[in-house]
C-alpha cells in the first residue's frame, strides 16, 4: 500500500507562515489534495489537485508538490487556522490515500 | 443548497451488519464520484471507499475488502455502503464526500454519522 507522512504536529505564531509536509514515493507523479478539520466539524478542502484553491478558501492557503514531497502553506496565519490537517493522494479517480494528518497550533 | 445528508449509524454486535445511506441534493449527483471516509475516536482520516458516477469503478481500502460495499442509485440521489462482518476496528465517524467538478478534490462532505461495534 501506499504511505504518506506528516509531521504530527507544527507550530507557528500569529501572523507567520506555517508549511505542512507531506511525503510519499514519487509523490510529485500524483496529485495531492489537503483537508482541514476541526474538532466537531466535518473536513473542508482547503487545496485541491496540488495547488488549486477551491472557492471560498483564502489566497494565505497555497500547495505544492514536487519530487516526493507536497507542502500546504498558509501565510498570515490566524488563530482560526488552528486545525488538523491532512493530505491526501488520488491513486485514480475512486482510490485515494490520506496522511497521518498534522495538528497546527497558533500560539 | 449542495447538501451530503448521512443516515443509517449506530450501535451495532461485532459480526453484524449495517447499511448506510448518504441523500445528496443541490448538485447533479449523476455527475460526480463519490466516496466514503471515516475517522476512528482520536484517529486521523482514513478513505473506505470510492465508486464512480456510473459505478463502473469501485475502489475499497485493505482494511474494508470483502467486507463492505459501495454503491449508488443515481434515480435516488443517493449512496450506500453495506458493512458486513463489523468489527470494533471499524467504530468510527463515517462521511460521504462528492468528488470536486473537474478536480481531484473531495470538496463537499456531509455531516457524518457514527457507527460502534461493540458488545
Known amino acids: 500500500s501506499y504511505d504518506l507522512t506528516q509531521p504530527p504536529s507544527v507550530s507557528v505564531s500569529p501572523g507567520q507562515t506555517a508549511s505542512i509536509t507531506c511525503s510519499g514515493h514519487?509523490?510529485?507523479?500524483?496529485?495531492v489534495s489537503w483537508y482541514q478539520k476541526k474538532p466537531g466539524q466535518s473536513p473542508v478542502l482547503v487545496i485541491s489537485?496540488?495547488?488549486k484553491r477551491p472557492s471560498g478558501i483564502p489566497e494565505r492557503f497555497s500547495g505544492s508538490n514536487s519530487g516526493n514531497t507536497a507542502t500546504l502553506t498558509i501565510s498570515e496565519t490566524q488563530s482560526m487556522d488552528e486545525a488538523d490537517y491532512y493530505c491526501?493522494?488520488?491513486?485514480?479517480?475512486?482510490?485515494?490515500?490520506f496522511g497521518g494528518g498534522t495538528k497546527l497550533t497558533v500560539l | 443548497e449542495v447538501q451530503l445528508v448521512e443516515s443509517g449509524g449506530g450501535l451495532v454486535q461485532p459480526g453484524r451488519s449495517l447499511r448506510l445511506s448518504c441523500a445528496a441534493s443541490?448538485?447533479?449527483?449523476?455527475?460526480?464520484?463519490m466516496y466514503w471516509v471515516r475517522q476512528a475516536p482520536g484517529k486521523g482520516l482514513e478513505w473506505v471507499s470510492g465508486?464512480?458516477?456510473?459505478?463502473?469503478?469501485?475502489d475499497y481500502a485493505d482494511s474494508v475488502k470483502g467486507r463492505f460495499t459501495i454503491s449508488r442509485d443515481n434515480a435516488k440521489n443517493s449512496l450506500y455502503l453495506q458493512m458486513n462482518s463489523l468489527g470494533p476496528e471499524d467504530t468510527a465517524f463515517y462521511y460521504c464526500?462528492?468528488?470536486?467538478?473537474?478536480?481531484?478534490?473531495?470538496?463537499?462532505w456531509g455531516q457524518g454519522t457514527t457507527v460502534t461495534v461493540s458488545s
Open positions: 464526500a462528492k468528488r470536486s467538478r473537474g478536480m481531484y478534490g473531495m470538496d463537499v
Open positions: 443541490g448538485f447533479s449527483f449523476d455527475d460526480y464520484a
Open positions: 465508486i464512480s458516477w456510473n459505478s463502473a469503478s469501485i
Open positions: 514519487k509523490l510529485g507523479d500524483r496529485f
Open positions: 489537485q496540488d495547488a
Open positions: 491526501q493522494a488520488w491513486d485514480s479517480t475512486t482510490a485515494v490515500v
